[in-house]
Each structure stands twice: as structure tokens, then as C-alpha cells.
Nanobody, 118 residues
Framework: QVQLVESGGGLVHTGGSLRLSCAAS????????MGWYRQAPGKQRELVAG???????YYGESLKGRFTISRDNAKNTLYLQMNSLKPEDTAVYYC????????????WGQGTLVTVSS
């Protein structure tokens, strides 16, 4: 099994920056793709950014340019650098991993809250 623990959320003013981290532990070799999702109050969870098993990154609509996803395999950590934050970026941000351990299994972290004040 894989465990994911996010950190780095908090309160920031409009235009500010934050870097989220997601530390993975457990059966690291079973991890394929990883990514970040977010869920704002009253809204559905949406894709923020992801990195596939080949190392290619992809982003949710309109987020590329402000957000950058990266992965440090030596530290088993996924990052999300968020710049030029807006109040509409306020949400709980979740780390996600696709794992293959016997079969396919999605793994989610507990989430970290990002609040952007206007």
C-alpha cells in the first residue's frame, strides 16, 4: 500500500505563492502517475495537474502558467508550485497516485487547505 501526506497549505493574499508537497511512503515502486486535485466548497473535485509514468506533466484547464507540478523521485515527493494565486483558487488540495499492486488502486492523501484572501 501507498500512503500520501500533503503539506504546505495555508492562508495567502491574492497574488501570493505557495508550494504544496506530497510525501509518498510504502510501496513506492507501485506508483505510476501522480497528481494534484482540488475541491472548493460546493464544487466537484477537479484536476489541477499531474505527472504520468513517463514523466510528462499535464494541467487542468487555465491553470498552466500559474501552477507547476514537479516530482523528486529521490525524495518520493510530489510538489505543486502555485503562483499568482486568486481567491477562486481557494480549495482543499489533494494528492493522488495511481498504483499497480496486484491490481489498479487509486490512493488519496488527506488534503491540505489553501485559502486565498482578496
Amino acid at each position: 500500500q501507498v500512503q500520501l501526506v500533503e503539506s504546505g497549505g495555508g492562508l495567502v493574499h491574492t497574488g501570493g505563492s505557495l508550494r504544496l508537497s506530497c510525501a509518498a511512503s510504502g510501496s513506492i515502486s507501485s506508483i505510476r502517475g501522480m497528481g494534484w486535485y482540488r475541491q472548493a466548497p460546493g464544487k466537484q473535485r477537479e484536476l489541477v495537474a499531474g505527472i504520468n509514468s513517463g514523466g510528462s506533466s499535464y494541467y487542468g484547464e487555465s491553470l498552466k502558467g500559474r501552477f507547476t507540478i514537479s516530482r523528486d523521485n529521490a525524495k518520493n515527493t510530489l510538489y505543486l508550485q502555485m503562483n499568482s494565486l486568486k481567491p477562486e483558487d481557494t480549495a482543499v488540495y489533494y494528492c493522488h497516485a495511481d498504483t499497480i499492486l496486484g491490481g489498479y488502486l487509486e490512493v488519496w492523501g488527506q488534503g491540505t487547505l489553501v485559502t486565498v484572501s482578496s
